[in-house]
């Protein structure tokens, strides 16, 4: 009689929460985990050096619950969600990862969805992200998605490619009990800019992640730009249309802290000033890889990259790092932009 055993096994998810005194909404995070459908994932709990008693709460729960999958590893000192993330990656080597902020909740089907969409049979990718609830401190719901999410709305965008269902590892393999008519839509290195949801949305392979998070990036905080931004130049995106999590504003936000109007996420004066920090970082990421990313990509991919990075970030033109990257339109759109300041300053003075 034939076996109905798969002939493969299904990859194990390193979960890493991490915390900054959320003693009030870490183990909201901690049980949607174990709630998950998908139950081949192993989670370190990062506490960042709290004050509120969150590393206490989250030992005497750990004992409660009594799963072994579940660990608590405390930092002696505040270091950022960078340093978190590096932590709770180094404890593991499962070939997926998964962040997720402790203020955060996932909804039961998450991994399940993710690993289906990242084992479709049409493209494998450097991370996927789905899209949220946004939530208050309650779990009260203020928007059914996350409006800079690049998925589709009213039509098909035309620099991304459709998934179908039929394609999602979800059909065919027994250890994932899952499937959705929700759009799945692939995006590939070649997009830029923000195209995802926040950090709790995310899952990433390792392989693409191991180089981002070893690279000495200065800013503490943005990690999920960081990584996100530097993983899909690898291999592109999956962005899950369905929304898989909740996002908590509950007006304590590192990013933002004013009540939700509708439309983007406000964030705060001091988060966007940050911007143009991340944007440099980027820049040094890029530029350090730029042998691999066009041996991956193909000649030229860096340039394109660049170009399009610098004109984001206007101030980065002055980087003289940038100009062999840089075409012939591109390079005189510099020293026009270039002269134009100066001549500014000169009359200005005058």
């Known amino acids: ?57 989250v030992r005497q729960l750990l004992e409660t619950i009594g799963d072994p999958r579940l660990r608590l590893l405390v930092r002696p000192q505040n270091g950022g969600q960078i340093a978190a993330f590096r932590d709770g990656f180094a404890t593991g080597d499962q070939p997926f990862v998964a962040f997720l902020d402790a203020d955060d909740v996932w909804l039961p089907n998450f991994l399940a969805a993710h690993l289906s969409a990242h084992l479709n049979t049409m493209r494998s990718v450097s991370l996927s992200s789905s899209d949220v609830l946004l939530v208050d401190r309650d779990r009260v719901v203020l928007s059914g998605t996350y409006v800079l999410m690049r998925k589709p709305r009213s039509e098909m965008d035309p620099h991304g490619a459709a998934v179908p269902p039929t394609s999602r590892l979800g059909e065919i393999a027994p250890g994932i009990a899952y499937s959705t008519e929700y759009p799945i839509t692939y995006f590939g290195p070649r997009t830029y800019g923000w195209i995802w949801a926040p950090t709790s949305s995310m899952v990433f392979r390792r392989g693409a992640l191991e180089p981002v998070l070893a690279f000495p990036f200065q800013s503490r905080m943005s990690t999920d ?89 206007g101030s980065l033109f002055d980087d003289p790092r940038v100009v062999p990257f840089l075409n012939r339109k591109n390079r005189w759109r510099r020293w026009r932009k270039r002269a134009v300041r100066d001549l500014r300053r000169l009359f200005g003075q005058a």
Request: proline share 3%; with cysteine; charged share 15%.
């Open 1 to 57: 009689m034939p076996s109905t055993n798969a002939p493969f096994e299904l990859p194990r998810v390193g979960v890493i929460i991490t915390c900054h005194n959320y003693r009030a909404y870490v183990e909201d995070a901690i049980r949607s985990v174990l709630a998950q459908t998908y139950q081949k994932w192993d989670c370190v709990i990062v506490d960042d050096a709290s004050t509120d008693g969150s590393a206490e709460h």
């Open 225 to 313: 730009y960081l990584t996100a931004t530097c993983a899909h130049l690898v291999a592109g995106s999956l962005l899950l249309s369905e929304c898989l999590g909740l996002y908590r504003l509950h007006g304590a936000n590192v990013s933002t802290n004013s009540a939700y109007a509708g439309g983007h996420v406000q964030q705060t004066p001091t988060h966007s000033a940050k911007h143009i920090n991340l944007g440099a970082e980027v820049l040094d990421y890029v530029l350090a890889n730029a042998e691999r990313l066009d041996a991956i990509n193909g000649k030229g991919f860096v340039s394109e990259v660049l170009t399009h990075h610098v004109r984001r970030f």
